[in-house]
């Protein structure tokens, strides 16, 4: 009798635990987001986070007549002078007292002070030749391959995963599962960028391919 008192027991002690869960997970996804909002109007943070180049500029506070603080949201600012030593690493790097992305950074591109030209664009720390490709590229073979670079038949315009329209070398002969698949260009080897090829293969649909020579101009 008593084990069955205790069986009983059990589980209306286990069935109002889950019942218990079960409500504080449903509050939990309706007040999360008021919540958070709540907690950014209480303090000014940044939302989204800012990047590694950049520090938050907490938003100013006020509290009137009693009632609770709040604040504007704050705003993300580039990280200079002794700050912008705090983010020097794979993310960033000072360069003349201002942290930069030596990824992208046209003027400070792979290393300090490094500078692509006017018919470059930056592109995973190296400079690729652009001026030969139309600005509404977007994919290699849609609807026709455009050449460039330095007149290679093999050099062809494309839009890399970060967005920028670079010259990259497809090479002769190439068959699609021979082409090294990617998710972005800090995946591909030095001096490769990962572009779209979604309408030359099935798959892969995203591939690392070298940077074109510049055009002899």
Not at 67 to 91: D, E, I
Request: glycine share 10%; with cysteine.
């Amino acid at each position: 009798m008593e084990d069955s008192r205790f069986d009983d027991a059990a589980r209306a002690l286990a069935s109002l635990t889950t019942r218990r869960l079960t409500l504080g997970a449903l509050l939990g996804s309706i007040l999360g987001p008021w919540l958070h909002a709540a907690a950014r109007r209480s303090s000014g943070t940044c939302k989204p986070p800012c990047g590694a180049c950049e520090e938050c500029d907490k938003g100013k506070c006020k509290k009137k007549h009693g009632r609770k603080k709040r604040c504007k949201q704050g705003a993300c600012k580039a990280l200079t002078g002794p700050g912008c030593t705090l983010a020097s690493g794979a993310a960033g790097t000072c360069c003349g007292g201002v942290c930069r992305d030596l990824q992208t950074d046209a003027t400070n591109c792979g290393t300090c002070s490094s500078a692509c030209s006017t018919t470059e664009v930056c592109q995973s720390g190296l400079c690729f030749p652009v001026s030969t490709c139309p600005a509404t590229t977007t994919v290699q073979c849609d609807p026709l391959t455009t050449s460039c670079g330095d007149g290679v038949g093999t050099c062809v315009c494309n839009r890399s995963t970060e967005g920028n329209v670079v010259c990259v070398d497809l090479a002769p002969g190439a068959v699609c599962p021979d082409l090294i698949p990617c998710t972005s260009s800090a995946t591909c080897a030095t001096g490769q960028a990962c572009v779209e090829i979604a309408s030359c293969c099935a798959t892969p649909t995203h591939v690392c391919l070298p940077r074109c020579p510049n055009p002899d101009v």
